[in-house]
């Protein structure tokens, strides 16, 4: 459960990081385009989510593992929306 929780961190924080870099640079080089960017990407990371989340319940066997993972990540999907919208807005 540590390494998944440690994975899922380090997921998150690869997507936030992508997420506050290509936003200062779509504000820095064309800030109309700041609402497309930002819908955009919160498609691929709820896309990337999912898929996450659908690899682990597939591959998982314990049903009670799976559905702790599934909440722990839409935890983590949330505190990171939040923590990224904080940052940004």
Known sequence: M????????LFFTLLGTAYVKGYDIVKRHSPDHLPHFYL??????????GIVVALYVFFTENREDAIRFALTFIIMYAIMMVVTLKLRH
């Open 2 to 9: 540590i390494l998944e929780i440690f994975l899922s961190a």
């Open 40 to 49: 955009i990407m919160a498609t691929i990371r709820m896309l990337l989510v």
